[in-house]
């Protein structure tokens, strides 16, 4: 067959599962590609920001989806000017502290309201787990990736997790300390987000770059070196994997 008659999304799952065999530690970022908490949470800090100032703020899950996966701060200092007066940085404590008020009402809807989890997730994660490490890094606060565990029923498969509320640094320098915490090489590592600033972060630690085409965000093509339209693909691509290693007469860590 001619490479010009192969068709272009063919030849781009091709490309996408040979280099999936070469990783051995998966790495996620949560929101928009694990599951998409914006109604819950826009609910939390409509909560919040009444409390604070009498304000209805009315936000919705659209809203915060252009706002998430940016740091705890940076969403403070883009979201909260409009209801407390002033900028973040001539009152850092007073939008830190609304912040804190809407993170408490957030782990009360979490349970009560939960979030959208994308499809197979967790079905998924105990398939992959068997031959590969999985992570969590996010620029969430602290408490946040537990809370995601425990409602999805994936803690037993995740081996570690680390976000913006444990370390304070960019996702690309937490990123760095979860790998050099767990011994991970960067040519056998890959992270699976949705957002251009996910790409941007995993090839700062200098590792590869999966898009998640059904969250938030888009990712150009030159700044991902895969893309899956579902979560489920990540287990198609690795037994595609799995599969020719075992023909080549080798284990997939190979």
Same mark, same amino acid.
């Given at each position: 067959?001619?490479?010009?008659?192969?068709p272009?999304?063919?030849?781009?799952?091709?490309?996408?599962?040979?280099?999936?065999?070469?990783?051995?530690?998966?790495?996620?970022?949560?929101?928009?590609?694990?599951?998409d908490?914006?109604?819950?949470?826009?609910?939390?800090?409509?909560?919040?920001?009444?409390?604070?100032t009498?304000?209805?703020?009315?936000?919705?899950?659209?809203?915060?989806?252009?706002?998430?996966?940016?740091?705890?701060?940076?969403?403070?200092?883009?979201?909260?000017?409009?209801y407390?007066?002033?900028?973040?940085?001539?009152?850092?404590?007073?939008?830190?502290?609304?912040?804190?008020?809407?993170?408490?009402?957030?782990?009360?809807?979490?349970?009560?309201?939960?979030?959208?989890?994308?499809?197979?997730?967790?079905?998924?994660?105990?398939?992959?787990?068997?031959?590969?490490?999985?992570?969590?890094v996010?620029?969430?606060?602290?408490?946040?990736?537990?809370?995601?565990?425990?409602?999805?029923?994936?803690? +037993? $498969? &995740?081996?570690?997790?680390?976000? #913006? !509320?444990?370390?304070?640094?960019? %996702?690309? @320098?937490?990123?760095?300390?979860?790998?050099?915490?767990?011994?991970?090489?960067?040519?056998?590592?890959?992270?699976?987000?949705?957002?251009?600033?996910?790409?941007?972060?995993?090839?700062?630690?200098?590792? +590869? $770059? &999966?898009?998640?085409?059904?969250? #938030? !965000?888009?990712?150009?093509?030159? %700044?991902? @070196?895969?893309?899956?339209?579902?979560?489920?693909?990540?287990?198609?691509?690795f037994?595609?994997?799995?599969?020719?290693?075992?023909?080549?007469?080798?284990?997939?860590?190979?």
């Amino acid at each position: 067959m001619r490479t010009a008659n192969v068709p272009l999304a063919y030849m781009r799952q091709q490309q996408m599962k040979g280099i999936f065999m070469n990783y051995d530690s998966l790495i996620f970022d949560i929101d928009g590609t694990l599951w998409d908490s914006t109604e819950t949470i826009a609910h939390s800090y409509n909560k919040a920001i009444f409390e604070t100032t009498g304000i209805e703020a009315g936000l919705t899950a659209d809203d915060l989806k252009r706002l998430f996966g940016k740091t705890m701060d940076d969403i403070a200092a883009e979201l909260f000017p409009q209801y407390l007066g002033g900028c973040f940085e001539q009152d850092p404590e007073r939008y830190r502290a609304l912040a804190r008020l809407c993170y408490i009402h957030q782990d009360e809807d979490l349970f009560t309201d939960p979030p959208f989890i994308y499809p197979l997730v967790r079905e998924t994660m105990e398939k992959l787990e068997a031959e590969k490490k999985l992570f969590i890094v996010s620029n969430c606060q602290s408490g946040y990736i537990e809370q995601f565990m425990d409602i999805s029923g994936t803690r +037993a $498969f &995740i081996s570690d997790w680390l976000c #913006f !509320g444990d370390t304070g640094l960019p %996702k690309s @320098e937490t990123i760095k300390q979860l790998m050099s915490k767990n011994g991970l090489h960067k040519e056998n590592t890959v992270y699976v987000g949705d957002l251009e600033g996910d790409a941007d972060s995993a090839h700062a630690a200098g590792i +590869a $770059f &999966i898009w998640a085409s059904y969250g #938030f !965000g888009n990712v150009p093509e030159a %700044k991902r @070196e895969g893309m899956i339209s579902s979560f489920a693909v990540l287990l198609s691509t690795f037994r595609f994997a799995s599969s020719q290693c075992a023909q080549a007469g080798r284990s997939p860590e190979a």
